[in-house]
Structures are given as structure tokens and as C-alpha cells.
């Protein structure tokens, strides 16, 4: 108990950030947030309930009327400050995710890039709000449709990317006009902290954006909060149903992405190294924590030996180690809780017969204090078989061996996920039909990781996505705004008189 006792003392209290300052929740309960390439307790994270969620919200809702009457002009000179003062800070950021989620830090920084891009899109706000004119639809009637943000919006974010993630959602809600309330994962807090301070230094104003900390308690608040006009939300697939549920209830716009099973498909005429290099670096990059990751290589006809021999050769050279140490190829998992439940998946895949080629378990960085587990390989994987059938989200590459094109598209179809798939081929004919046939909502033709960019929208299909709006890009300015249709008729006014100032834009 003094052990325990000494070791909270020592630790930091992450602050909430509500109405444009930091400060300690008053939370009757508190969680551990670690360092997982260490092992050790290195923060403590309010486990906030409805009390600070109403802080949040009645500080965003203060705020809004203010912001959205701000001048596009202005907010859009504000988004600009805010992409120069992350870019101006974007080690700093990685950093700050690499402690504690673990991934190394090229990753980090490539995470907090692809964030940037959101900025960068919502920069052209003036452009993306623009409506349409109709010019004497009746006589001296005109017609004209305007969008107009919804107000108070919020947003519950995963562990795996707690920089870019948030950076997908705000970006577009705040230059629309909304005020935000952010709830991240409690597992790696911190980033989102460093995101709000960040903003604010670069003008964003007081009570537009907001970060409240918690579990299902703060989430459930979030949702039922009458305050609150829209709910946003990636996650698990069970955490972003159950989100989507409690929000359509209370009578909320929600977006909820859930999770997925990746496959990339390799047929016969690919080129085998290209295709290991692809399947490699997506299924043990941020080691697996990614819901784009590949977890699945379906490997087509004759192809299969020669593929998975180059696979086992990039995977045994892997280095795992500190994400924060250079050398280092890949990081640890983000909980000890996390580790031990995708370890438990190899050891499933060999009780049922999977062939364990590359056992992650064995890993020399597996014997010291951190959450470390290496990159697996899973060779003469089934659809039965549980290490194909759940989401794993951990290092665990699995290898599904089919004799036809024909066998890999209904072999992905079948799946209850559809959120990300690939191909390798030199056919453009195959590539051509499989991108037609294939059901899922981001495809890559030789792109092993087909994310988006950031003028395009990030979305699956099936039971990685509830509703039918996916998030950033185009339809995260639909999903922030709301459409208004204007009709209307003017009698002839008199002349305003003589002005030579050159027209501004304030």
C-alpha cells in the first residue's frame, strides 16, 4: 500500500483544458497512464464523469455564439496560425505520443504530418462553405442555400493515433464555426493536452476547443448531454456501435468508425518483394495498433512459399526496442492488459493449427519490464481459426493461402469488416475488377496503408463504419454543417452613396 501510495505521489496529474487554460479535475477517480517502453507509471489521468463534461460543454457553449459570428476572414487567419504552430512543434507532439502509446518515433511524426493535411484542408474553409445561387428563380425571387455550423460538438478519439485523430475531427468543426469537446483515450491523454495549448497559443479563442478525460462514464455523458449537437467517434467496433447507439437516442448527428480486419491480397504475377515490403511495414508498423493495419496476406496459387519466405526474412530483422531509441523498428504495445491479450492469440493460432513461423513471443525486448511483443507470423491460417476471425490489433500477421482470384475476393467479402483492403498484381484488368467487386471502403492497388488524404474522406464499409458519413475531408464539412435554404424577394432599395475605400473582407 506505501508503494502504491509513493508511486502516485510521484506521478504527474494530466490536467483537463476547458475555456482556454489547463487545470486539475476535481474527479473522484483517477487512472494510471504508463510509458510503456518501461513499464512504469508515469502520469495519473482524471477519470472525469458528467461534472467535468458540464464544464466542458457550458464553456463551449458560451463560446459559440461569439465564434460563429466570427468572420471567415478571421477564422481562417486562425486555422493558418494553428497549422504553423503545430508544424513549429510537431517533435514535440510525436514526442509526447511516443511516450505513451509507444510507437516509434518516425511514426509519431509521420501521425502528427497526416494530421497536419486536416489543418491544411480546413484552411480553405471560405471554399468548402461556399453554397449555390439560383438568380431569378421566380420573378425578382432568388435562391440561395448557405451552410451554418451546428454549435456544440464533440468528439471521442482511440489510443492509436491521440495527435492525429483529434486533429481529423477538430479541424474541420472548428473552422466551420463549432465549438469542440474533445474526450480522448485514457490510455495516452497527454498529446491531446499539448493539441489545446497549442491552439490556443496560436488564437484560437476561449472555450472553442476543450479536452475533458474519463472512461464510459465521461463518453456516456458526452452522448447525453442536450448541449451537445453532434457526436464523433472512433473506436473498437463494439465502443463505436454502443457510442452511436446512446447518441442517436438522445437525438444527436453521430459518425462512429469502428474497427477492422485488414486483408492484402497477392496474386500470382506480383512482384514478391514489393508485396513483402507492403505486407510488413502495414501489419508491424505502430506494432499493429493501427485500424489500417494489415493483419491478413492472402496469398493466391503458386506464390505462397516464396511470399512467406520473404515476409519471415523482413519480419526476423525487425529491431523492437524504445520508440524514442533510433535503432529501434518497431515499439512496444501501448498496456501490459493490451500485450498479454495479443499475445494470447498466437499461442489460440497454434492450438488450432495455424503453423507459427515467426513466434513474436520469443523476442529478446519481450524479457525486459516494457509491453513488448514482437512480429509474428501466422502461416496456414483458416477462416475458422480466431486469430483470423476477431480484431487483434497487435503485431500478428496472419497467412491465408487461396488457389484464385475468384477465392480472394468472396474470402474478403465474407468478412464482417470492410474498412481497408489491398492488391498487388501487374494485371490491370484484375486490379480493375477487384476494385469493382471488392466491399470495402478504402482500397489500394500496390498500397499496402490506402489512408486517404486529407481532401478525400477516411471511411469503411459494413461493421467498421455505423451510418453512413465517413470522417475529414468533404464529408467532415458536411458532417459539421448543416444546409439552409434562403428564398428571397427584395423591393428596389435607394443608393448608399459614394464610397472609394477598397472593399475589405472583415
Not at 425571387?141 to 456544440?152: E, K, M
Not at 457526436?231 to 457510442?243: K, W
Not at 499461442?347 to 513461423?357: C, I, M
Not at 513474436?360 to 525486459?368: F, I, S, V
Request: charged share 20%; net charge negative.
Amino acid at each position: 500500500m506505501e508503494t502504491k501510495k509513493a508511486t502516485e505521489a510521484a506521478t504527474k496529474k494530466i490536467p483537463v483544458f476547458i475555456n482556454g487554460r489547463a487545470f486539475e479535475s476535481t474527479a473522484r477517480r483517477w487512472g494510471p497512464v504508463y510509458n510503456p517502453a518501461t513499464g512504469q507509471e508515469t502520469h495519473r489521468v482524471p477519470l472525469g464523469g458528467a461534472e467535468d463534461v458540464a464544464s466542458a460543454v457550458a464553456a463551449a457553449r458560451a463560446a459559440f455564439p461569439a465564434w460563429r459570428a466570427t468572420s471567415l476572414a478571421r477564422r481562417t487567419a486562425i486555422m493558418f496560425q494553428i497549422r504553423q504552430q503545430l508544424a513549429d512543434h510537431q517533435e514535440d507532439l510525436a514526442r509526447t505520443v511516443t511516450r505513451e502509446h509507444g510507437k516509434v518515433l518516425a511514426d509519431a511524426m509521420g501521425e502528427v504530418a497526416r494530421g497536419l493535411e486536416n489543418v491544411e484542408f480546413a484552411c480553405g474553409i471560405p471554399q468548402l462553405l461556399k453554397g449555390e445561387y439560383t438568380e431569378q428563380a421566380s420573378t425578382d425571387v432568388d435562391v440561395y442555400s448557405i451552410r451554418q455550423p451546428l454549435g456544440v460538438v464533440a468528439g471521442v478519439t482511440p489510443f492509436n493515433f491521440p495527435a492525429m485523430v483529434p486533429l481529423w475531427m477538430l479541424s474541420n468543426a472548428i473552422a466551420a464555426g463549432n465549438t469542440f469537446v474533445l474526450k480522448p483515450s485514457e490510455k495516452d491523454p497527454s498529446a491531446s493536452v499539448l493539441l489545446a495549448t497549442l491552439l490556443s497559443e496560436a488564437g484560437l479563442p476561449p472555450g472553442v476547443f476543450n479536452v475533458v478525460h474519463g472512461d464510459r462514464e465521461a463518453v456516456e455523458a458526452l452522448a447525453a448531454h442536450p448541449d451537445v449537437s453532434a457526436v464523433s467517434v472512433v473506436g473498437s467496433t463494439p465502443v463505436a456501435r454502443a457510442i452511436r447507439r446512446a447518441a442517436v437516442a438522445a437525438d444527436k448527428r453521430v459518425q462512429a468508425l469502428g474497427g477492422a480486419k485488414n486483408h492484402l491480397v497477392v496474386l500470382a504475377d506480383a512482384d514478391v518483394e514489393a508485396a513483402a515490403d507492403g505486407a510488413v511495414s502495414a501489419a508491424f508498423g505502430s506494432a499493429g495498433e493501427r485500424c489500417m493495419a494489415v493483419s491478413v496476406v492472402v496469398a493466391v496459387d503458386d506464390i505462397a512459399d516464396a511470399l512467406v519466405a520473404a515476409i519471415v526474412a523482413r519480419t526476423r530483422a525487425l529491431r523492437i526496442g524504445d520508440g524514442l531509441d533510433p535503432a529501434s523498428d518497431m515499439g512496444p504495445l501501448v498496456t501490459r492488459e493490451h500485450r498479454d491479450r495479443v499475445a494470447g492469440y498466437i499461442e489460440a493460432g497454434r492450438r488450432d493449427g495455424a503453423a507459427v513461423v515467426v513466434d513474436g513471443r520469443e523476442a529478446p525486448a519481450c524479457e525486459g519490464p516494457g509491453f513488448f511483443l514482437g512480429a509474428t507470423l501466422l502461416d496456414h491460417v483458416t477462416p475458422s481459426m480466431a486469430c483470423y476471425r476477431d480484431e487483434i490489433f497487435g503485431p500478428v500477421l496472419c497467412v491465408v493461402r487461396v488457389h484464385t482470384l475468384d477465392d480472394a475476393l468472396a474470402l474478403v467479402n465474407d468478412s464482417p469488416w470492410g474498412n481497408g483492403v489491398a492488391l498487388y498484381t501487374r494485371d490491370g484488368g484484375a486490379a480493375r475488377r477487384f476494385q469493382f467487386e471488392v466491399l470495402c471502403g478504402m482500397v489500394g492497388i500496390n498500397v499496402p496503408i490506402p489512408v486517404p488524404v486529407g481532401y478525400h474522406s477516411f471511411g469503411g464499409w459494413k461493421a467498421s463504419l455505423f451510418g453512413d458519413t465517413h470522417i475529414y475531408g468533404p464529408d467532415g464539412v458536411n458532417f459539421y454543417t448543416r444546409r439552409k435554404v434562403v428564398t428571397s424577394r427584395w423591393p428596389r432599395a435607394a443608393a448608399d452613396g459614394v464610397d472609394l475605400r477598397f472593399p475589405g473582407s472583415e
